[in-house]
């Protein structure tokens, strides 16, 4: 089946600084990544679509300058969040497209602790 | 516009039977289910395509009814690894679509 990873599975990082999240697709290509976060108990939540070669497109209320998304390639996207703050802090889910039925697999997710 | 999907939980004992229902109000052009653990990511189980098609592996099967926009998941003789959360993700037929997940529904098999 179609694999996703995502690196790193966890982070602690302090108040300030910025953290790079990767995800990326195995065994396929995918034109098209999402980004989810998702609170304790919560329903994930779509932040950003990923195309390769364009701009992301966030979800409304999602700060694009805060959370930069760049798809270099046809397996590669990178979800980068800048000055983070504690209430930053969630569990960061990618998933990729494939197929023509728009299948979506997810990657094992980053949590990431702000301090 | 999220999908409305009951019921909220349900608690089974080993070799019950459970049904997980999603229901939209919006023309949808596939439905699809993922079952995830605790403090990990969501794994895809399967895919429905309007058509009113029903699909099945093992002991989990779905069917989608494409006039009602409504999708349901069954598990049958359930199992202690059948526990966790259940999302159905939506895809509209609108352009530009994209998954839209249900609230969830949690499932705990109790031996």
């Known amino acids: 089946g179609a694999v996703v990873s995502q690196h790193p599975s966890w982070v602690i990082c302090k108040s300030g600084t910025s953290v790079k999240i990767e995800c990326r697709s195995l065994?396929?290509?995918?034109?098209?990544m999402f980004w989810y976060r998702q609170f304790p108990k919560q329903s994930l939540m779509l932040m950003a679509t990923?195309?390769?070669?364009?701009?992301?497109?966030?979800e409304q209320g999602v700060e694009k300058d805060k959370f930069l998304i760049n798809h270099a390639s046809l397996t590669l996207s990178t979800l980068t969040v800048t000055s983070a703050h504690p209430e930053d802090s969630s569990f960061y889910i990618c998933?990729?497209?494939?197929?023509?039925?728009?299948?979506?697999?997810f990657g094992p997710g980053t949590r990431l602790t702000v301090t | 516009q999220q999908p409305v999907q009951s019921p909220q939980a349900v608690i089974l004992r080993e070799g019950e039977d459970a049904v997980i229902n999603c229901s939209s109000s919006?023309?949808?052009?596939?439905v699809h289910w993922y079952r995830q653990k605790h403090g990990e990511a969501p794994v895809f189980l399967m895919i429905l395509l309007k058509g009113g098609e029903q699909k099945g592996h093992e002991k989990i099967s779905a069917s989608f009814n494409e006039k009602k926009q409504q999708s349901s998941l069954y598990l049958t003789a359930s199992q202690l690894s059948y526990s966790g959360t259940y999302f159905c993700g939506t895809l509209p037929m609108e352009y530009g679509n994209k998954l839209v997940f249900g609230a969830g529904t949690i499932l705990r098999v109790k031996s």
């Open positions: 919006k023309a949808l052009y596939s």
């Open positions: 998933s990729a497209r494939a197929g023509q039925t728009y299948e979506q697999y």
């Open positions: 990923s195309n390769e070669g364009s701009k992301a497109t966030y």
């Open positions: 065994d396929f290509q995918a034109t098209t």
